[in-house]
């Protein structure tokens, strides 16, 4: 596979080609304001909100916001199955769009700063995946505790060293991915639904010899709304990685 570097660079910045996945459960409290910030930063993007039934009435929201405005769609599951199935479930849909050149993940809690949309984005002129960075020069994770912070870096540095990865931040959810690699990216074979899957599809783009760029983020805390993170989760990642640890695929070949 041959990555040429693209001039739609700057037209990237504006969100053309680019949808946005924003996996969403008992977000209401977030949700039109992260959607109005996401217009606002990209404003020729499109987004896909991808609710699990939520209880408190985000799909209704999401409904309502789409009838607004023809960039946001809505696309309805009727469980909670996890951020790893929510998320294969949106590429396949993205993947058969028209025109989608880029798919962006982020959060639906301002975690994830809109405003860094641009800076992702642009990168993929020059990369099949970028990587919004916590653990990078200019990266921070300000108000976060100490026992927070070891956990989140012990986390990618365990993911690092057993898979012999060497991005810093493997655990985060902020990317950007060229489609043409999200297509090779095998989404039903995996293994993880949790904070896993950000790890997982990482790997699996690695090996299948992707440009991965590594650009900084902040990284707060949610605005409104509880954590989705569990004990469940966690072990679920360490399991997923000794899994991908015995799994070896094969590189592409640039020329």
Excluded at 7 to 13: D, E, K, S, T
Excluded at 43 to 66: F, K, M, W, Y
Aim: some cysteine; charged content about 20%; hydrophobic content about 40%.
């Amino acid at each position: 596979m041959t990555i040429h570097s693209d001039a739609a660079g700057p037209l990237r910045q504006t969100g053309e080609g680019a949808w946005i996945a924003l996996p969403t459960y008992n977000e209401r409290e977030n949700l039109a304001a992260v959607i109005a910030a996401i217009r606002q930063s990209v404003p020729a993007a499109h987004v896909l909100i991808v609710d699990d039934n939520s209880p408190d009435g985000t799909g209704q929201l999401a409904n309502e916001l789409a009838l607004a405005d023809d960039h946001v769609n809505v696309l309805h599951r009727p469980d909670k199955e996890g951020l790893g199935a929510a998320y294969r479930e949106a590429f396949r849909h993205l993947l058969a769009e028209p025109g989608c050149e880029v798919i962006v993940q982020m959060d639906c809690d301002f975690s994830h700063d809109p405003r860094q949309l641009p800076d992702l984005l642009a990168q993929t002129a020059a990369a099949d995946l970028v990587l919004g960075s916590r653990y990078v020069a200019g990266g921070s994770t300000p108000g976060w505790g100490l026992k927070r912070r070891m956990i989140s870096r012990g986390g990618s540095l365990f993911a690092r060293t057993v898979l012999g990865l060497p991005y810093r931040d493997l655990t985060g959810g902020f990317k950007a991915w060229r489609s043409s690699m999200l297509r090779l990216v095998d989404q039903d074979g995996g293994y993880a639904n949790g904070y896993g899957f950000q790890i997982e599809t990482t790997w699996r783009a690695h090996q299948l010899g992707a440009v991965v760029r590594e650009v900084p983020i902040t990284f707060r805390d949610r605005v409104a709304g509880d954590s989705k993170m569990s004990a469940g989760i966690m072990w679920e990642a360490l399991r997923m990685v000794f899994q991908l640890r015995s799994q070896r695929m094969p590189r592409l070949r640039r020329s």
